[in-house]
């Protein structure tokens, strides 16, 4: 079983504070973490992707991966309304045939209030 | 630069219908993925295809889905004799190589589908 789990929230942050989210996976052959945003009716729209241990950033965006330990989370800085969202990890596994799909977990949802 | 495309976008089918969903992968992708998202839950895999391969299906219910990714045209996901527990939204990903694990996959609108 590829588990991909995530604190489902809702989680609430103020506009400018720094918003955390977490994700941890089961399988250690899991090779790539993405992390997705998807709006309300709407489809993932992807915002980071990490390969490696440490950490990765992009503008407001932090993605953080720590394989030994199986997790992988995302930093939002300065939390705008708009990023108000669920927001979705995904793993790929370096196995076979699997080789290429995402398992995803179930999002968490995020509310930034002004 | 054209995203995923994904048509229709909303399909409402009867019990016992046939559905179609559509998808055409960015420009310069080979790879597409169909996932479901049924309410309240994640996303599911479905199926890989490549060109006239399907890579891995395991995903897809072996009874009334099937997908193809022609040489010419959109990749289809088929969905024969529709149940209720079928409505779902339907999404396409493309991705250039999969390249082992480092795809990276972009997403298409999806086709909402609702089976009365």
């Known amino acids: 079983q590829k588990e991909v789990e995530q604190n489902s929230g809702p989680l609430s942050v103020p506009e400018g504070a720094i918003a955390s989210l977490n994700c941890t996976y089961s399988?250690?052959?899991?090779?790539?973490f993405f992390w997705y945003r998807q709006y309300s009716g709407k489809s993932p729209e992807l915002i980071m992707s990490?390969?490696?241990?440490g950490d990765k950033e992009d503008g407001r965006f932090t993605a953080q991966l720590n394989k030994a330990s199986q997790y992988v989370s995302l930093l939002i800085r300065d939390s705008q309304p708009s990023d108000s969202a669920t927001y979705l990890c995904?793993?790929?596994?370096?196995?076979?045939?699997?080789?290429?799909?995402?398992?995803f977990g179930r999002g968490t949802q995020l509310t930034v209030w002004p | 630069n054209a995203g995923v495309m994904q048509n229709p976008r909303h399909l409402v089918r009867r019990r016992g219908q046939e559905a179609r969903l559509r998808c055409s992968p960015m420009?310069?992708?080979?790879?597409v993925y169909w996932y479901r998202q049924l309410p309240e839950e994640g996303l599911k895999f479905m199926v890989y295809?490549?060109?006239?391969?399907?890579?891995?299906e395991s995903g897809m219910p072996k009874e009334r889905f099937s997908a193809e990714f022609p040489k010419e045209g959109p990749s289809i996901l088929r969905i024969q004799q529709v149940v209720r527990g079928d409505s779902a939204a339907y999404f396409c990903?493309?991705?250039?190589?999969?390249?082992?694990?480092?795809?990276?996959?972009?997403f298409g609108p999806g086709t909402r589908l609702t089976v009365l």
């Open positions: 399988d250690r052959v899991s090779q790539s």
């Open positions: 995904a793993v790929t596994l370096d196995r076979g045939s699997t080789l290429g799909r995402l398992y």
């Open positions: 295809l490549q060109k006239e391969n399907i890579i891995d």
């Open positions: 990903a493309s991705s250039p190589d999969a390249g082992g694990s480092y795809n990276e996959q972009f």
């Open positions: 420009k310069g992708h080979s790879h």
């Open positions: 990490i390969y490696s241990n």
